[in-house]
């Protein structure tokens, strides 16, 4: 019986143990870091738009041929 309580116990205290040492890891960003990663995340954006832009308009045309035939 002992040891499930140990066990039980142990576990909250590991998880927040690792829970404070990465905090401690954490650093927050510098100016040319945060610039690197909204570019990043800008081009992602603009990425998935076009991408999802030229699926709609390949997507439209057969449609309405599939749906327009019957």
């Known amino acids: 019986m002992s040891d499930r309580f140990k066990e039980f116990v142990d576990v909250p205290q590991q998880f927040l143990k690792e829970g404070q040492q990465f905090i401690n890891r954490c650093t927050k960003p510098d100016k040319k870091e945060y610039l690197q990663i909204s570019r990043a995340v800008a081009i992602g954006f603009v990425v998935m738009g076009l991408l999802g832009y030229f699926v709609k ?4 045309p057969i449609n309405n041929i599939l749906v327009g035939a019957a």
Do not use: A, D, E, V
């Open 57 to 60: 308009l390949i997507h439209i």
